[in-house]
């Protein structure tokens, strides 16, 4: 209540994953709250022995499982909390098992990002390497195997492409904006309509001097000349040049 954010997670205990630090439950905590702390007027603690931790909890580190109801100041109604005690297996002072507060609530398993191949995903401004991965032809296919719930600043950059900023929130089902597509950028742009104007005045001089296709082939993707796609279309091009004078192109002028 008194959003003391680090001071509680250092009484939790979290699954070991590199993205549930100490730092990026504060940011999730302090983006996802009000900034106004809370104060409360009554409140009472109770044992609730049916009340499980979920998966991530195992029935021998179980300490048992609390209630918490308690009334905030200019609230009419109650309000009710659950807490999960687990043994660390650690001692305090030499004799007592140290209990940690474990809440599945606070962290989804298994968030899936879909992002371009050979971009980069950052969390919070911590980029995200520790995670599954697998790609397509259509993209770059993240699983991050635990995340805070709560709301995070996205940026994904790639080679060539503009930056994508953006601001997603994170729950029990996954990610609301799981799918980030890039733009290129004005630069990238720029090149390939240079590198594209150069390749076409090369493969139509090529056609008007009725080369063979195995002179230009360099030029197209491995995908045109494996479905010969590039070479029907080169020999459906050398038809229309005709004989140069009685027929078909006698010249071609490229401009901007």
């Known amino acids: 209540m008194a959003h003391e954010w680090g001071q509680a997670y250092d009484y939790c205990e979290f699954p070991d994953n590199d993205l549930l630090t100490k730092q990026m439950y504060v940011n999730v905590s302090t983006a996802g709250n009000s900034k106004t702390p809370l104060q409360y007027k009554s409140v009472r603690v109770e044992k609730e022995n049916n009340w499980a931790a979920g998966d991530y909890d195992t029935t021998d580190r179980s300490a048992g499982s609390y209630v918490i109801r308690y009334m905030v100041k200019g609230s009419a109604g109650e309000e009710t909390d659950y807490l999960t005690l687990v043994?660390?297996?650690?001692?305090?002072?030499?004799?007592?098992?140290?209990?940690?507060?474990?809440?599945?609530?606070?962290?989804?398993?298994?968030?899936?990002?879909?992002?371009?191949?050979?971009?980069?995903?950052?969390?919070?401004?911590?980029?995200?390497?520790?995670?599954?991965?697998?790609?397509?032809?259509?993209?770059?296919?993240?699983?991050?195997?635990?995340?805070?719930?709560?709301?995070?600043?996205?940026?994904?950059?790639?080679?060539?492409?503009?930056?994508?900023?953006?601001?997603?929130?994170?729950?029990?089902?996954?990610?609301?904006?799981?799918?980030?597509?890039?733009?290129?950028?004005?630069?990238?742009?720029?090149?390939?309509?240079?590198?594209?104007?150069?390749?076409?005045?090369?493969?139509?001089?090529?056609a008007l001097a009725g080369a063979d296709f195995s002179t230009i082939e360099s030029l197209f993707s491995e995908d045109m000349i494996a479905n010969e796609g590039a070479l029907y279309e080169y020999e459906d091009l050398l038809e229309i040049t005709g004989d140069g004078v009685d027929e078909g192109v006698v010249t071609l002028m490229l401009g901007p």
Request: charged share 25%.
């Open 87 to 206: 043994k660390t297996g650690k001692k305090k002072f030499l004799f007592w098992d140290e209990l940690k507060v474990t809440d599945s609530d606070s962290w989804s398993q298994d968030v899936h990002f879909e992002i371009p191949v050979g971009a980069t995903l950052k969390l919070n401004g911590v980029e995200v390497t520790d995670a599954d991965v697998t790609e397509d032809a259509y993209g770059q296919y993240l699983t991050i195997t635990y995340l805070f719930t709560g709301s995070y600043k996205m940026e994904v950059e790639g080679p060539g492409m503009e930056p994508y900023r953006g601001n997603t929130y994170v729950d029990h089902y996954g990610c609301e904006d799981s799918h980030v597509s890039l733009r290129p950028s004005t630069e990238t742009v720029k090149s390939v309509m240079a590198q594209a104007e150069a390749d076409f005045v090369a493969i139509m001089d090529s």
